[in-house]
Nanobody, 123 residues
Framework: VQLVESGGGLVQPGESLRLSCTTS????????MGWYRQAPGKRRDFVAA????????YYADSVKGRFTISSDNGKRTVYLEMNNLKPEDTGVYYC?????????????????RGQGTQVTVSS
């Protein structure tokens, strides 16, 4: 499975960004995709995940109410809409995928990972 990410960039606090990630293939009825982020010198943190067929989602507490993850199954693509961005959202955002569902991804498990895209929130 290959994951191709797009989006990211430099924005000011309070602004929005949208990340996209497309998977090369589907492998199961419980395929899930999601996002992690990692700031320099910090551990990786779970952000959000969605099971593609059921639409079941999980979010980190730090992004609830600001970020929305969605999927377009026909395009094998997930989107992460990030609103009201804060400086602490800065980091490299990695798209991940796992055939076992979004709950597994929320627990720091995944079988595939993309190259990452930089998100910088700064004034």
């Amino acid at each position: 499975v290959q994951l191709v990410e797009s989006g990211g960039g430099l924005v000011q606090p309070g602004e929005s960004l949208r990340l996209s990630c497309t998977t090369s293939e589907r492998t199961s009825g419980t395929d899930a995709m999601g996002w992690y982020r990692q700031a320099p010198g910090k551990r990786r943190d779970f952000v959000a995940a969605v099971t593609l067929d059921s639409g079941n989602t999980y979010y980190a507490d730090s992004v609830k109410g600001r970020f929305t993850i969605s999927s377009d199954n026909g395009k094998r693509t997930v989107y992460l809409e990030m609103n009201n961005l804060k400086p602490e959202d800065t980091g490299v955002y990695y798209c991940v995928a796992d055939p076992r569902g979004s709950y597994v991804i929320s627990k720091l498990n995944y079988r595939s990972r993309g190259q990452g895209t930089q998100v910088t929130v700064s004034s």
